[in-house]
């Protein structure tokens, strides 16, 4: 059985078809590329109750992620975190209590690890030695500790103003820190001339290998309410924003 089932990737914006075996960024229309699963062999091949026997980390999901094989996983303890009900909240009648997921359970104490960990894993299926990353601080951290588990050089760019929490914990973790004068865009402006400048692998642009984490979170919340899905749901980012319309997205679609 197929560790992935990823057959290709394609550009958000146009469709265009991209070879998951290469080394992209954006597309020619300079925007995000997707994964693309062969939906229809995988139903036929893996139940629900083979993924329940599974551990419950991201990588009970392998074949809807796009690392091809097991081999090339760089995980520091992704678990599936909880969903926790706030049964003393006030609701209004006939409404369920409200569920909080508690991201600060993945490593590094957001959900940016889940991403990261499948963005350094393609770097190190695609042999990258070198990353880098324009972060207001979590995803910068994040990429800091995955790259070092992997053996990787981590560059991270950094507004000015953020936290010096945020970039103590960055350097703590072996990456290089550049504080930027501006915001998070100019240093996404800078980050293309610095990776172009040590030879490292733009994870900002490799929407492909982050993106598939986002599912993820749905997932967890599929098999954490047994598959129950409710009608209706109202999502809302706590903290560090989440692309929570993405996952509005995939909860109306299912």
């Not at 329940?52 to 975190?81: C, F, K, M, N």
């Not at 409710?230 to 809302?236: G, I, K, N, Q, V």
């Amino acid at each position: 059985m197929r560790y992935s089932y990823a057959t290709h990737l394609a550009c958000s914006s146009t469709g265009q078809p991209h070879e998951l075996s290469k080394l992209h960024g954006l597309s020619s229309a300079n925007k995000p590329l997707l994964a693309r699963y062969d939906l229809e062999a995988l139903k036929h091949r893996v139940s629900r109750a083979e993924i329940a026997s599974r551990a419950a980390t991201l990588w009970r999901w392998h074949e809807l992620l796009p690392v091809p094989d097991a081999s090339y996983i760089v995980s520091l303890g992704e678990e599936q975190t909880p969903l926790i009900p706030l049964l003393n909240s006030r609701q209004p009648r006939g409404y369920a209590a409200p569920l909080v997921k508690d991201e600060g359970r993945l490593p590094t104490g957001s959900f940016k690890a889940r991403g990261l960990c499948l963005a350094v894993s393609m770097a190190k299926f695609h042999r990258v030695r070198r990353v880098a990353i324009p972060t207001n601080g979590n995803a910068g951290a994040a990429l800091a500790a995955y790259a070092a588990r992997a053996g990787m050089e981590a560059f991270c760019f950094c507004p000015s103003d953020t936290p010096e929490i945020n970039v103590r914990e960055i350097a703590a973790q072996g990456a290089a820190v550049w504080r930027v004068n501006g915001l998070i865009n100019d240093c996404a402006k800078l980050s293309p001339e610095g990776a172009a400048t040590y030879a490292a692998y733009l994870q900002a642009a490799a929407s492909d290998r982050i993106k598939p984490s986002d599912k993820v979170v749905l997932f967890n919340c599929a098999t954490g309410l047994k598959y129950a899905m409710p009608d209706h749901a109202e999502t809302m980012d706590v903290g560090a924003p989440l692309d929570a319309e993405a996952v509005r997205r995939k909860l109306r679609a299912h």
